[in-house]
């Protein structure tokens, strides 16, 4: 299984960004899909997933009503839409993938499959 990070960079606050994932060994459709950042000297922080079935999605409070997590099946790529971004969205940003047969986990505990990682900067 490999995820295979695009997008992120360095944008001014309230603009946007969209960070692209794209997944190859994996059965897709089966898969929840996540989110996650890590700020310096912070833990990895779970900001948003979405169920196998895309029934259900879960963002943190920090960035509900600005961030939306997507996937488009066709081409193996799930992806965050980052709206009204502010300074301290700044971070390394990750995608997971793994089997969860029931809704998303939230925590990085849950998830096998990582990608490499990509830097948002968010300042004016």
């Known amino acids: 299984v490999q995820l295979v990070q695009s997008g992120g960079g360095s944008v001014q606050p309230g603009g946007s960004l969209r960070l692209s994932c794209l997944a190859s060994?994996?059965?897709?459709?089966?898969?929840?899909i996540g989110w996650f950042r890590q700020a310096p000297e912070k833990a990895r922080e779970g900001i948003s997933c979405?169920?196998?079935?895309?029934?259900?999605?879960y963002y943190v409070d920090s960035v509900k009503g600005r961030f939306t997590i997507s996937r488009d099946k066709s081409r193996n790529t799930f992806y965050l839409q980052m709206d009204s971004l502010k300074p301290e969205d700044s971070a390394i940003y990750y995608c997971?993938?793994?089997?969860?047969?029931?809704?998303?986990?939230?925590?990085?505990?849950?998830?096998?499959?990582w990608g490499q990682g990509t830097q948002v900067t968010v300042s004016s």
């Open positions: 997971a993938a793994d089997y969860q047969p029931f809704g998303c986990a939230s925590d990085a505990g849950s998830y096998n499959y």
């Open positions: 979405q169920s196998n079935s895309d029934s259900a999605s």
């Open positions: 060994g994996l059965a897709f459709h089966d898969a929840a």
